[in-house]
């Protein structure tokens, strides 16, 4: 299995304002995810993080709001941006290997929006 | 395109009983992977168990049991004598080029 580390877990923040998660593997990656699970709802994908490259976006989400980082093979941030209470969900960190036969996530990271 | 359907949304049941939770797919691909996931309360996204489309053998692992029949496109779940500490929200997945495409999700709740 892979350990990932989610940074923070929970925050509580003010609309308007932009706030960056950070995920870190415990080893190597190459496909590695951000999905979103808004309250008493599924997990819906974000975008794929790609290494080296501008990260690849689901139909429903933009760059602008959620710039996304890669900078190697274990790390990658999620910035959500100009926050509304809309905002508010659990956001999960997931990387895959084995070619899609092993799917891990973080822990979340708890995003209030007020 | 994806899909995956859990019809059931909340389950409640008494300590030491089975639960079956169920679960149909859609998908054009040929080969697959399904996936269940526990979410306790806590929120933390926690592995279950993961079938390949090339293999219908059911198996079990504990107290986990699973039905996977590709004829009906299902992938059903079962816990065999819950307990407390099942209660949690149940998603079943299906992995497409590395991505989920997950279920709606089943709350399941044990009473003691």
């Known amino acids: 299995s892979a350990v990932i580390s989610q940074k923070p877990s929970r925050d509580i923040c003010q609309r ?53 980082s890669r900078p190697n093979l274990t790390f990658s941030t999620l910035t959500v941006s100009n926050m509304s209470p809309e905002d508010s969900s659990i956001y999960l960190c997931s990387v895959a290997r084995g070619g899609g036969t092993e799917a891990f996530f973080g822990q979340g990271t708890r995003l209030t929006v007020v | 395109a994806q899909k995956v359907t859990q019809a059931q949304t909340e389950i409640s049941v008494v300590e030491k009983e089975d639960v079956t939770l169920d679960c149909v797919y859609e998908t054009r691909d040929t080969t697959y ?62 992995s497409r080029d590395y991505k989920l495409s997950f279920g709606a999700g089943t709350t399941v709740t044990v009473r003691a």
Not at chain 1, 22 to 30: F, H, L, P, R
Not at chain 1, 35 to 51: D, M, V, W
Not at chain 2, 33 to 52: D, H
């Open chain 2, 33 to 94: 992977y399904l996936f269940w996931y526990k979410q306790p309360p806590s929120g933390e996204l926690v592995f279950l168990i993961r079938r390949n489309s090339f293999d219908e053998q059911n198996e079990i692992s504990g107290r986990y049991s699973w039905n996977f029949q590709k004829s009906t496109s299902s992938f059903n779940f079962t816990i065999t004598a819950s307990q407390v500490v099942d209660s949690a929200v149940y998603f079943c997945a299906l």
């Open chain 1, 16 to 68: 308007g304002t932009s706030l960056t998660i950070q995920c870190q593997v415990d080893s190597q990656v190459t496909m590695m995810f951000w999905y979103r699970q808004q309250p008493g709802q599924s997990l819906t994908l974000i975008a794929t993080a790609n290494q080296g490259s501008e990260a690849t976006y689901e139909s429903g989400f933009v760059i602008d709001k959620f710039p996304i």
